[in-house]
């Protein structure tokens, strides 16, 4: 059964950025995200995220303890740490969904946009749209290409042929894939290869216009040529959104991290800005970690 929290836990998966015609990726993505197609896409320019005291026990295991981070607006961060620390815990509490494992306890809070996300009254689906999740793999739904981009928009009460046929459009191009598709709209998208299917999921989070996007090692199942492509892509994002990014590749995170996330055995060991924590770290795990004695 096809639900919407398995649309948007899910939305973002991508391996090459735009190359189509003359539209360069910031103009295309400028485009995609005009005010006329979302008349609150500017709101992502003003998001933050707030988590105050937060604690994730599953079980008898105390994965996160007493984390207290802001994330800055329009900037890349960058969570890093050893295997098993709680990284992508994490980015599962920020969008619920680790509300799908069982005996899973959470105590403190997390802001969105001033939404305590964990309140009484919130809406799931409402908060994942928000914060979309982009996971290694691609989850391309059952259907054709043109419906799996236009079946959020009409979740969320976007209607009109026409409407839902820019989106489309637009969102491919963004991703890369409209020369490539825009023949077959309306053919299976499990008919596309590994990486159409990626770029397509990235095209299905696009349309639903989510305020923050939530990678978790994103690029480690890609080849190096279409990680950077993503990383561009992230850079141009971060103009509109918050970006968070879970990565084991500290490579990576020098490349295109604005700030800093060194978390270890559940708990925020440092912060700062990526010059601050990678050129200067101020604790001496952060400092071992960076310089190999422990991965």
């Not at 707030?50 to 207290?68: E, F, R």
């Not at 009409?154 to 839902?164: A, E, F, N, S």
């Amino acid at each position: 059964m096809i639900t919407a929290s398995s649309v948007f836990s899910t939305v973002f998966h991508t391996k090459s950025a735009v190359s189509q015609e003359s539209f360069s990726l910031e103009d295309v993505l400028s485009e995609v995200y005009s005010k006329e197609v979302y008349p609150k896409a500017e709101q992502a320019a003003n998001s933050q995220i707030q988590i105050s005291h937060l604690n994730v026990t599953i079980k008898d295991n105390h994965i996160l303890k007493d984390v207290n981070l802001k994330i800055p607006n329009n900037k890349i961060t960058c969570i890093v740490g050893p295997s098993g620390c709680g990284k992508s815990t994490l980015l599962k509490t920020i969008n619920r969904l680790i509300d799908d494992n069982r005996d899973v306890k959470i105590n403190g809070k997390i802001v969105v946009d001033g939404e305590d996300i964990y309140g009484k009254k919130v809406e799931i689906t409402h908060i994942r749209k928000k914060l979309g999740l982009l996971s290694q793999r691609p989850t391309p739904l059952p259907m054709s290409i043109y419906d799996n981009i236009t079946f959020g928009c009409k979740i969320h009460g976007i209607r009109g042929k026409k409407t839902l046929s820019d989106i489309v459009k637009r969102n491919l191009l963004a991703a890369g894939l409209w020369d490539e598709v825009k023949d077959r709209l309306h053919a299976p998208a499990s008919g596309l290869s590994i990486g159409q299917q990626q770029r397509l999921c990235l095209a299905r989070g696009l349309a639903v216009e989510p305020q923050f996007i939530l990678g978790d090692e994103a690029t480690s199942a890609l080849d190096p040529i279409s990680s950077r492509h993503i990383e561009d892509l992230f850079l141009q994002l971060k103009k509109k959104y918050g970006i968070i990014l879970v990565t084991h590749t500290l490579r990576q995170a020098l490349r295109i991290a604005d700030y800093v996330v060194f978390i270890y055995l559940g708990k925020v060991i440092e912060t700062g800005s990526a010059e601050d924590v990678f050129r200067n770290p101020k604790h001496e795990l952060t400092k071992q970690y960076i310089s190999g004695v422990f991965s």
